[in-house]
């Protein structure tokens, strides 16, 4: 099985920053696409930043300048640092990876979330 555990959410005011990790963990082959997605109340889930294996990264217009994705494929983590956080970024952020894991000797590949961590900013 896949897990995916997300730390670092929290209460902050504008323009302060934080650092959310998601740590992967299971008997694996592969990881793939890492990336970062956000649920606001009342709104569908929409695509943060991602980055694939190959280090090609994309992040939604919200995010470019202000927030930063990274992966370590030897601790299986990825990160997402935003700075100057803005009221509107208040959400539940979760983590989304694909991964690639062996079973009776065929490979399969399968897309997991994170549980969720919440982002707060207010003044």
């Known amino acids: 099985q896949v897990h995916l555990v997300e730390s670092g959410g929290g209460l902050v005011q504008p323009g302060e920053s934080l650092r959310l990790s998601c740590e992967v963990s299971?008997?694996?082959?592969?990881?793939?696409?890492m990336g970062w997605y956000r649920q606001a109340p009342g709104k569908q889930r929409e695509l943060v930043a991602i980055i694939t294996r190959g280090r090609n990264i994309n992040y939604a217009s919200s995010a470019q300048g202000r927030f930063t994705i990274s992966r370590d494929d030897i601790k299986r983590t990825v990160i997402l640092e935003m700075n100057n956080l803005k009221p509107d970024d208040t959400a539940v952020y979760y983590c989304?990876?694909?991964?690639?894991?062996?079973?009776?000797?065929?490979?399969?590949?399968?897309?997991?979330w994170g549980q969720g961590t919440q982002v707060t900013v207010s003044s």
């Open positions: 299971g008997s694996l082959f592969r990881i793939n696409d």
């Open positions: 989304n990876v694909d991964v690639q894991y062996y079973r009776d000797a065929s490979l399969y590949q399968t897309n997991n």
